[in-house]
């Protein structure tokens, strides 16, 4: 557009240069004073022109540097814009993990209390006290407690007599008056008597006897004592406990036996 323009004044000014070249030939139509008045005017429009032509180049160019400069501001912007979405994908990438994380941790802590509940709950249930029948009748004992008194009469069924015997002696001192307490006795007198402790033997049945006359097991404990004394050689003292035992429990399978064991003992 700018180069339209000073075309344009160019050929004006040519136009008036050809004019002034033909002036010889136009003399008689102006005079000198004109024709100088006319070149001063075409000058000025001329000098106005490429006045003009310089201002709108300036400006275009002017607005040309403020284009290239918000293009640059805006180049700028794009990458601040970039870099702060790349940061927030960084930070959700964080977050998201950190996130997974703790999920994590919150499953391995429920899994700890649920173990910790379990772990708890078995406790629990091994100090909770059990209901056993001993001697025809049902009572609660405390579970160590039963537990300590089956692990003796399984040493007992396995043979290990002595062992047994450590066992049941250990228990009356643990669980003074235990439920088990008459029935310690009775299998303390019977493992006693497996390691052939036969003195040791007849004080625990002895004792048993004497602490439970009505206990379903008072026959058989008179039984084994008179056998006792029989392997001691006391042959009247097993007579006397058989003779005591048919007495006091005639219709006993044990007082059926002791009649025949007193036949051999004469």
């Known amino acids: 557009m700018h180069a339209a323009g000073l075309a344009r004044t160019a050929a004006l000014a040519a136009a008036a240069l050809l004019t002034l070249g033909a002036a010889p030939a136009r003399a008689a139509l102006f005079d000198d004073d ?7 005017e ?7 022109g490429e006045d003009a032509a310089k201002a709108r180049a300036a400006e275009a160019a002017q607005a040309d540097a403020q284009l290239v400069d ?3 501001q805006l180049r700028l912007s794009l990458l601040d814009l970039n870099n702060q979405i790349e940061t927030l994908r960084a930070e959700v990438a964080r977050l998201r993990g950190s996130n997974e994380q703790l999920a994590r941790d919150v499953a391995d802590l429920q899994q700890r209390q649920r173990d910790v509940g379990t772990t708890l709950d078995e406790r629990l249930r091994k100090l909770e006290p059990v209901k056993v029948t001993v001697d025809g009748k049902e009572v609660t004992v405390d579970r160590e407690e039963k ?3 089956d692990d003796a009469l399984a040493t007992i069924r396995a043979g290990d007599f002595d062992k047994a015997v450590t066992q049941l002696l250990d228990f009356q001192r643990r ?3 235990s439920v088990y307490t008459s029935q310690s006795r009775f299998w303390l007198g019977n493992a006693l008597y497996g390691k052939r402790d036969y003195k040791g033997a007849i004080a625990a049945f002895r004792a048993f006897v004497a602490a439970a006359p009505d206990n379903p097991r008072a ?10 004394q029989a392997e001691t050689k006391d042959l009247r003292g097993a007579r006397r ?8 429990y005639p219709q006993s399978e044990a007082a059926q036996a002791g009649k025949e064991r007193l036949a051999t003992l004469k």
């Open 70 to 72: 918000q293009i640059g």
């Open 147 to 149: 537990r300590a008194f």
């Open 42 to 48: 075409l000058r000025e429009r001329v000098r106005q």
């Open 219 to 228: 026959p058989d404990a008179l039984l084994a004592l008179a056998n006792c």
């Open 175 to 177: 669980y003074t008056g």
């Open 241 to 248: 406990t058989i003779d005591e035992l048919m007495k006091s």
């Open 34 to 40: 004109e024709a100088r008045k006319a070149i001063v």
